[in-house]
């Protein structure tokens, strides 16, 4: 609260002081606009919702400061999370008459209604009714199935039950190895059981001076503990692949001496295969001298006195046991390291041949060329809703959000804020659409005919030295899916939102906006979700790359849903201060979880606490909400 002091203080002296200026920070500060309060999440779910608990409850929120609030049904297709079915049903006459209801009596005490258009999380199965409806909204998925032998060879190959035929290739596999000798490898002790347990391991060399610089690069499952020279450098220990998927770096240039010096490292697994992996990277440059973890290491069971010194008698240990360099099962590719492992694209194929003619009725029959080959036919099959399809998307909007518009057209913008969208599920990266003439024109080159890219690493550019790589093959596809699924849903979304002045927020899977898992759920993360005018995140999340893509697509707001699960007992005082590093970092509007209309039942202890007048801090809750304003 001083903190807020202050910053009233400071509006309050600038605005005396430039009293000539259009705009009195003071007088904003006194009379901020009611669209920055709290946003909670009101669940219209438990016990039946009847008109007048709606009037009451709306009018407790009015006196805690709240004027902004989300009608979300928990339970609209049936019991749910220990919910019974919500009464009345989503979309239902009675439902959209109470929605009215409240819309009514929220503009009579200033309060804002957002709508929850359940397309995410506890779902009402609106994608699901928009395919029973209009089966050619339906997507497919690409499939395949191979066989490698050793041609000449006749290889018959069957579609699937229920799968489509689309393609068949013939290659041979590209089995050129790479050396790969500058590059660390996984070590470890070669007779150490799986399971918990330490292996100290040494590396010794000379230096005829100390380099400018020294850096260490250094990951291991599930835990080290590095010495140079007897000293400690550091540490870290974690159980999932979240620590050795990543090598930590240390400066160790104070550490080192001219003459002898050695590495020390403590390595601990907890559970399955362990793996230790060191770069030692001295000077930089072209002059810089790379000591790669090999059979160079010294490995023991236990320790001794001085063990970490370069003085020590490791002539007793035995030599290290070389697992191989990532990226490597079970730990794929390692961030961080100064030679990052060659990007793994598959297996190796060469001399592609399109062999779709071979195809009868779903049955591949083909002579596999001289050598090793592998033969692959192609399939697709019935998938979920087809988000790359504009006619689809355009139905999809038209159950919430068009009926919103024909009953409330005259409240959007005004009595209604916005929406709110939470877990939007994952985007389809096929479709038919990527199979016909607009993928085609926009790519330059048609994709059933690549096929083999899309699984496989094809290293001759399909014998075209000016066709498409790999990677671009894939690039590509992603995009054009990314832009097709833009073009069916998300900018027509966003579009209906910004012609009716109105904000869509959001809080998706990939919460971090990590690159990697919103690839895999949303194809582009910030090129997808940059249609909305809050994106933003859980409190398991980050709050600063949505920041970013507001910030990059001008974007009014940044969402921040929170406290989830955070218990009854969380206070106000705890709150705020658990909020304000995401306010810090970008957050300006708080999305509280959450408000309920009943706690029947044993629903409400699925995700406690109830941040509204069942607290006996709600007395004092104008206070937080107005501090946010």
């Given at each position: 609260?001083?903190?807020?002091c202050?910053?009233l203080l400071?509006?309050?002296g600038?605005?005396?002081?430039q009293?000539?200026?259009t705009?009195?920070i003071?007088?904003?500060?006194?009379e901020a606009?009611r669209?920055?309060?709290?946003?909670p999440?009101w669940?219209?779910?438990?016990?039946?919702?009847?008109?007048?608990?709606?009037?009451?409850?709306l009018e407790?929120?009015a006196?805690g400061g709240?004027y902004?609030v989300?009608v979300?049904?928990?339970a609209p297709?049936?019991?749910?999370?220990?919910s019974?079915?919500?009464?009345?049903p989503?979309?239902?006459?009675q439902?959209?008459?109470l929605?009215g209801d409240?819309?009514?009596?929220a503009?009579?005490?200033?309060?804002r209604?957002?709508f929850?258009?359940?397309?995410?999380?506890?779902?009402?199965?609106?994608?699901?009714?928009v395919?029973r409806?209009?089966p050619?909204?339906?997507g497919?998925?690409?499939?395949?199935v191979?066989k490698d032998?050793?041609?000449?060879?006749?290889?018959?190959?069957e579609?699937?039950?229920?799968?489509?035929?689309?393609?068949a290739?013939t290659?041979?596999?590209?089995?050129t190895k790479?050396?790969?000798?500058?590059?660390a490898n996984?070590?470890?002790?070669?007779?150490?059981?799986?399971?918990?347990?330490?292996?100290h391991?040494?590396?010794?060399?000379?230096?005829?001076?100390v380099?400018?610089?020294?850096?260490?690069?250094?990951t291991?499952?599930?835990?080290?503990?590095?010495?140079?020279?007897?000293d400690?450098?550091?540490?870290?220990?974690?159980?999932?692949?979240?620590?050795w998927?990543?090598?930590?770096?240390?400066?160790v240039?104070?550490?080192?001496?001219?003459?002898?010096?050695t590495?020390?490292?403590?390595a601990?697994?907890?559970?399955?295969?362990g793996?230790?992996?060191?770069?030692?990277?001295l000077?930089?440059?072209?002059?810089?001298?790379?000591?790669?973890?090999?059979a160079?290491y010294r490995v023991?069971e236990?320790?001794?006195?001085g063990w970490?010194?370069?003085?020590f008698?490791d002539?007793?240990?035995?030599s290290a046991?070389?697992i191989?360099?990532?990226?490597?099962?079970p730990?794929?590719a390692?961030?961080?390291?100064?030679?990052?492992?060659?990007?793994?694209l598959g297996t190796?194929?060469?001399?592609v041949r399109?062999?779709?003619?071979a195809?009868?009725?779903?049955?591949l029959?083909?002579?596999?060329?001289?050598?090793?080959?592998r033969?692959q036919?192609f399939?697709?099959?019935?998938?979920?809703?087809?988000?790359?399809?504009?006619?689809?998307?355009?139905?999809l909007?038209?159950?919430?959000h068009g009926e919103m518009?024909?009953?409330?057209?005259d409240e959007?913008g005004k009595?209604?804020?916005g929406?709110?969208?939470?877990?939007?599920?994952?985007l389809?990266?096929?479709?038919?659409r990527?199979l016909g003439?607009?993928?085609?024109?926009?790519?330059?080159f048609d994709?059933?005919?690549?096929?083999?890219?899309?699984f496989?690493?094809?290293t001759?550019?399909?014998?075209?030295?000016?066709?498409?790589t790999?990677?671009?093959?894939?690039?590509?596809?992603?995009d054009?899916?990314?832009?097709?699924?833009?073009?069916?849903f998300?900018?027509?979304?966003?579009e209906?939102?910004?012609r009716?002045?109105?904000?869509?927020?959001?809080?998706?899977?990939?919460?971090?906006?990590?690159?990697?898992?919103?690839?895999?759920?949303?194809?582009?993360?910030?090129?997808?979700m940059?249609?909305?005018?809050?994106?933003?995140?859980?409190?398991?999340?980050?709050i600063k790359p949505?920041?970013?893509?507001?910030d990059?697509?001008?974007?009014?707001?940044?969402?921040?849903e929170?406290?989830?699960?955070?218990g009854?007992g969380?206070t106000?005082?705890?709150?705020?201060?658990?909020?304000?590093?995401?306010?810090?970092?970008?957050?300006t509007?708080?999305?509280?979880?959450a408000?309920?209309?009943?706690?029947?039942?044993?629903?409400?202890?699925?995700?406690?606490?109830?941040?509204?007048?069942?607290q006996p801090?709600?007395?004092h809750?104008?206070?937080f909400?107005?501090?946010?304003?």
């Open positions: 609260m001083t903190h807020l202050c910053c400071f509006a309050a600038l605005g005396a002081a009293d000539d200026q705009v009195d003071a007088t904003a500060f006194r606009p669209d920055f309060s709290p946003v999440i669940w219209w779910s438990g016990d039946r919702v009847e008109k007048d608990r709606i009037r009451r409850q407790r929120m006196e709240i902004n989300i979300l049904n928990l297709s049936g019991p749910l999370y220990g019974a079915a919500d009464d009345p989503f979309l239902t006459e439902w959209w008459d929605f409240a819309l009514a009596e503009k009579r005490l200033g309060i209604m957002w929850y258009d359940q397309l995410g999380f506890s779902g009402a199965g609106l994608q699901a009714r395919v409806d209009n050619e909204f339906r497919i998925t690409l499939h395949r191979l032998v050793e041609g000449p060879a006749e290889v018959v190959l579609t699937p039950p229920g799968g489509e035929a689309l393609a290739f290659a041979l596999l590209d089995t790479k050396d790969q000798s500058d590059r996984w070590i470890w002790d070669k007779d150490a059981p799986d399971g918990t347990l330490k292996r391991f040494r590396r010794s060399f000379d230096l005829d001076a380099p400018e610089k020294a850096r260490i690069h250094i291991c499952d599930n835990g080290y503990v590095l010495f140079v020279n007897g400690k450098v550091g540490e870290e220990s974690t159980y999932d692949e979240s620590g998927r990543h090598a930590e770096t240390y400066d240039t104070a550490q080192l001496r001219a003459g002898r010096n590495v020390a490292v403590i601990e697994n907890l559970g399955g295969a793996g230790l992996l060191v770069e030692i990277l000077g930089e440059g072209d002059g810089q001298q790379r000591i790669m973890s090999d160079a023991s236990t320790d001794a006195p970490e010194s370069p003085d008698d002539s007793g240990w035995k046991h070389v191989g360099p990532p990226p490597r099962a730990w794929g390692v961030h961080g390291l100064s030679l990052g492992a060659e990007p793994s190796k194929i060469r001399r399109n062999v779709s003619d195809i009868v009725d779903g049955v029959r083909v002579q596999a060329p001289l050598g090793k080959a033969v036919l399939y697709t099959l019935p998938g979920g809703f087809d988000y790359q399809n504009p006619e689809a998307g355009a139905a909007l038209d159950i919430v518009e024909r009953r409330f057209g959007l009595g209604i804020a929406s709110f969208q939470d877990e939007f599920p994952a389809p990266r096929f479709s038919r990527m003439y607009e993928f085609m024109q926009r790519a330059g994709l059933k005919d690549y096929l083999p890219a899309l496989d690493d094809v001759d550019q399909f014998g075209d030295p000016q066709g498409p790999t990677i671009q093959v894939r690039c590509d596809a992603a054009i899916a990314a832009a097709f699924c833009e073009e069916a998300f900018i027509p979304l966003f209906w939102h910004e009716h002045g109105m904000i869509c927020g959001y809080d998706q899977t990939v919460r971090n906006a990590d690159p990697i898992r919103g690839e895999q759920y949303y194809i582009n993360y910030f090129k997808t940059r249609h909305y005018g809050a994106p933003g995140n859980d409190m398991d999340g980050d949505h920041q970013s893509i507001a990059l697509y001008g974007r009014p707001r940044v969402w921040m929170a406290f989830h699960s955070s009854w969380q106000i005082e705890e709150t705020a201060a658990l909020l304000h590093p995401w306010v810090l970092f970008g957050a509007l708080f999305n509280p979880h408000i309920y209309y009943s706690i029947h039942g044993s629903y409400w202890e699925w995700a406690p606490p109830d941040t509204g007048w069942r801090y709600f007395a809750y104008k206070g909400a107005l501090s946010l304003i």
